[in-house]
């Protein structure tokens, strides 16, 4: 089995590298029963990481190295790495962990490549509209992953739950023996997979409550520790959050993961606490503070993606637009 991480930044470093290690367990857990979505070749595991730049020169050199912030340990993973996607190197799986403005540009060499899986995980509020004109709707599966962090020159130091969760689904809601394969792969590598029958409605709930609080970051001027003392910056970032919900039930989405149905119920002043708890510490600076200053581009993406959401309700969204406004402007 044949697997690349498209991607090498702080999450597609993260997989490849723990997948890497894991590998002979995988290899294990494949063989241990007869799979209905039937591998080429189980004799084998291989895990690969396409990087550029100073990025592939670094891996090359140092291998993987992350530093896991809450499992307080250090890894290095000298993973197989290469620079570019030919048409003709096949894969049972690829897995692409870029940001979406990112994505968007090296779609016509994925539509070159002949591989038959290629699994899209990151922020998206468009499904796969983005996607089919280039690459068969058979080929994609949607997802998200959970972890974060930064790279902090070859070091990435992450931060990932062993209860934190990766979501998979596909375009139609079935739950496919390529699926449970993908599953079972990293669960083998201790990564808790979900599967929904919704990811489309999933992932624009996602980017309705990630959307605000990186547009939040942006007005406390990049400062997660200023935003969470700053108790007006916090009412509009849940506010803006709860337009967002809206939005989404105003067009019939069914409102998915469950914890967005729990966050709903919760009071006000319930919200605004576990707010502040999480800005104000450095989990919320390496889950969303660094994402959201490192990737400025996609969350301008991922933001007018929504807004062209907001335009198909007729819900009014004053604190939306009020925190868009905020988004650095090249």
Sequence with gaps: MKILFYGAGVIGSLYASELFSYKDIIKECINDEEDKYQIEDKTLVEITILARGKRLEGIKKNGIIIDHYLQKKETIENVPVIETLEEEDVYDFIFVI???NQVLEILPNLQRNKSKNIIFLGNNGTGIDDYQDLISKERIILGFPSAGGRREGPIIKSIHSEKGSITLGEINGEITPRLLLIKKIFEAANFPTILTDNIDAWLKYHIALVSPLANGIYYADGDNYRLAKDREGIKLVIRAIKEGFTVLKNLNIPICPDYVKKLERYPRFLQRFFLKKIL???????????????????????????????????????????????????
Excluded: C
């Design 98 to 100: 870029m940001r979406k």
């Design 280 to 330: 104000g510490s450095e989990k919320g600076e390496l889950a969303l503070r660094d994402h959201a200053m490192a990737a400025i581009d996609e969350m301008r993406q991922i933001a007018d993606e929504f807004q062209e959401i907001i335009k198909k309700s007729s819900v009014p969204t004053p604190s939306i637009n009020k925190l868009y406004e905020y988004i650095p402007r090249k």
